[in-house]
Structures are given as structure tokens and as C-alpha cells.
């Protein structure tokens, strides 16, 4: 007895092939193979970093040397920097180009000649404001004046559009702004520059060698991903884009916070004090029920007091829902995009902010990232349409 099978294959999108290339002061360099690497960014206050692991092929160093054994040049006092981009692009698609997920400077070398292996660290170029001791003194400047010249004295190029007002000695001595080594909490420019972007609720951020300090984008006008999910009911699996998805809600946050800020200024001895909660801002103490946060802002004026209320507003209600997961990697994914989910039959529904992105590649294990989603708007409710 013959029987005959036939088997029909239905279309299939072709699967993605990751590539990942390393550029060192513009260029490839041949004799170092990427193998793998660890690229985390995030909207927090540090810079982004990027640790490469390169497999040494000893037949191609140039004569020159090896790339990541700097030397101090002819005439100078420092080592120069070492420039690092890290470019992906898919391969399964026809004339893709490369897109940079990262660009900064080497931290830190690992070097195993009989292994032959090469480990790097490296940080974004916030690392030169980080980095950046600032002694001088800046009166009757706009905020945006100020932290544009501490960039361009880190020898980057500043994309600020941070609301105006005076940072510097105005009317009285207590609106100096000062960032010194040793007497201030200001101890680096970076430290200064994230202090007058908190207060005007703007983020400060690394692209390239520009460094942007700008309010945060809206989901109407940012970019918006989708992560995908299905539950279409208890006898099916459910169907979700990501693998480890945890969906978490803080209800002592979710129950009300109040923040409380002050100021004494000590030549007028006047006290400014402001509160700033769900009902909005007041000189007085709403919801009483909230849980209080208290915060001293010495030597400001109202409006400063104000907008530095309801930023730490922001900042506490973004953490009363987070949703966390890995997903196969995409290249245009990054810190201040949005993703939205549905489908869930919960209030975790919506548009919500990526606020961290760890990206891993490796031979191995493929291109993943690991994703932690907020909402920073803090004029959603709980039926906010996605």
C-alpha cells in the first residue's frame, strides 16, 4: 500500500540577521572582532554605557600599535580620546544602512595577550560634563546660558531649549549659582546642568558629541513602538512580544502623594513655601491624605520653587506602574521613545515611556533587550486612552 503527502508551505517573513560593527575614531579596525556587548541606556541621571568584548586576531595590528594602547601625542599633557561608535543594522534586508546606538569615549581596558582577548568600557560624551570640574561663577545669566557654556567648555555642542530665567547673582547674592571643587554641592558641571534641567523639568542627555537639554517629549509627538499581546482566553496561550513581562503598581503612590518645597532667603528673611499634588499647585497643603515629600530649595523664588515641585511630582508618580521585559532587539528603540501595550484587561493598558533600555548581542544569544516602561504624564488617570 503507497500513500502520497503533500505539504504546503505558507509565506514566511524572512528572519532578521543582526549586525553589529564597532567604528574607533571613524573607522573599522580589522584586528579587533566584536563578539559581544552590553549597551545600557536610561532617562536617568548618568551617562549611558557601552562594555565590548573583542577577540584579538594578532596577524592584523598595524604597525602603528594597537588602537586601545593610547599614547600621550607630542606636545600635549593628556592622553587623547579614544571616539567609539556602535552601529547595527539587519542584513535580512536589502540596502539597510547602519544605525548608531551609541557614540562615546573608552573608560577602561582589559587586555589578555594569551587569550587574546580585549574587554572595553565605555561612556556616552555626558561623561565630559561628569568629568568636568567648573569653578567659575555665572551672574545675571539665563538658565539655558549657563549650562550651554559649561558644554561648550567640555568641547561639545549644546542643544538646549530649556525654558529662560535668571540663574546667576540676581537682585540678591543668594541666586549665584556656583559650581567649585571643594565648598558646594555643586561639584561638577554635570551635577549643575542636571540641578537647572530638574528645575525647569527638562532632561539632559547625550546624542553624539551634542548634548540636548530639552523638555520631555509627548507620546503625540515622540516616537511610539508597539509591543505586542493577545489573550484570547484562558485555553489559549497568550501571545506577547516580549518573554518575562511583569507588570508592577506601587499603591502608596497610587493612593495620593503630596511634595512639599521650601526656601528661605536670608537677606529679605521671607520663607516661600509650595505644595504640589494631584489638585495641582498651592501655597497651601492639599489631600491630606497623600504622603508627603519635603524638599528644600535654599535661595529661590517662587516661580523656581514652583516649577521644582511639581518636577519632583513628576518624578515620583512615573514609578507607581512599571512594566519590565525582554524582546528581541530593535535598533530605534532607545530612552524617551514610548511603547504602547493592549489587550491586557488591566489599568496597566496604555502608552507608556521607555525609560531604560539594556541592549545585549552576542554570537551566542542573538540581539535582545531588556525594557522597563513608566508613564511620566502625570495628567493620566486610570481610563487614559492609549
Not at 275 to 299: E, I, M, Q, V
Request: glycine share 8%; aromatic share 10%.
Amino acid at each position: 500500500m503507497s500513500e502520497s503527502v503533500t505539504v504546503t508551505a505558507s509565506g514566511h517573513k524572512t528572519w532578521r540577521m543582526p549586525q553589529a560593527r564597532v567604528l574607533v575614531n571613524g573607522a573599522e579596525r580589522p584586528e579587533t572582532g566584536l563578539e559581544q556587548f552590553n549597551l545600557t541606556r536610561t532617562r536617568y541621571s548618568r551617562a549611558d554605557t557601552l562594555d565590548l568584548s573583542f577577540a584579538l586576531d594578532r596577524s592584523k595590528i598595524p604597525t602603528s600599535g594597537l588602537w586601545f594602547d593610547a599614547k600621550v601625542e607630542d606636545g600635549a599633557t593628556a592622553l587623547p580620546d579614544i571616539d567609539v561608535q556602535l552601529q547595527m543594522r539587519d542584513a535580512a534586508v536589502s540596502g539597510a544602512q547602519w544605525t548608531t546606538m551609541f557614540q562615546g569615549v573608552v573608560d577602561h581596558v582589559d587586555f589578555s595577550p594569551a587569550e587574546t582577548s580585549v574587554t572595553i568600557q565605555c561612556r556616552d560624551y555626558l561623561a565630559k560634563l561628569l568629568d568636568l570640574r567648573v569653578l567659575d561663577g555665572w551672574l545675571n545669566m539665563t538658565g539655558p546660558g549657563v549650562v550651554a557654556a559649561m558644554i561648550r567648555a567640555a568641547g561639545l555642542t549644546p542643544q538646549v531649549s530649556m525654558s529662560d530665567g535668571m540663574t546667576g547673582q540676581f537682585w540678591q547674592i543668594e541666586h549665584k549659582r556656583k559650581s567649585a571643587s571643594s565648598h558646594s554641592r555643586f561639584q561638577t558641571a554635570f551635577d549643575l546642568a542636571s540641578y537647572l534641567a530638574n528645575m525647569t523639568g527638562c532632561d539632559l542627555y547625550a546624542e553624539g558629541k551634542t548634548i540636548v537639554c530639552a523638555p520631555y517629549p509627548s507620546a503625540k509627538t515622540g516616537v511610539v513602538h508597539t509591543l505586542n499581546y493577545q489573550d484570547l482566553g484562558p485555553t489559549v496561550p497568550l501571545v506577547m512580544g516580549a518573554s518575562g513581562l511583569r507588570f508592577s503598581r506601587d499603591y502608596q503612590i497610587a493612593k495620593g502623594i503630596v511634595v512639599h518645597v521650601t526656601s528661605w532667603d536670608s537677606r529679605q528673611r521671607n520663607r516661600v513655601e509650595y505644595y504640589w499634588s494631584a489638585d495641582g499647585g498651592s501655597t497651601k497643603k492639599a489631600l491630606a491624605n497623600g504622603n508627603l515629600h519635603s524638599f528644600t530649595l535654599p535661595g529661590a523664588r517662587l516661580e523656581q520653587v514652583q516649577s521644582y515641585a511639581k518636577s519632583k511630582y513628576d518624578q515620583i508618580v512615573a514609578h507607581e506602574r512599571t512594566i519590565t521585559g525582554t524582546i528581541p532587539g530593535r535598533f530605534t528603540l532607545e530612552p524617551r521613545h514610548f511603547m504602547s501595550i493592549s489587550g491586557t484587561g488591566t489599568t496597566w493598558d496604555g502608552t507608556h515611556d521607555v525609560d531604560a533600555v539594556t541592549s545585549s548581542f552576542s554570537w551566542a544569544g542573538s540581539f535582545t533587550q531588556n525594557i522597563t516602561l513608566r508613564t511620566r504624564d502625570a495628567t493620566k488617570g486610570e481610563t487614559y486612552d492609549a
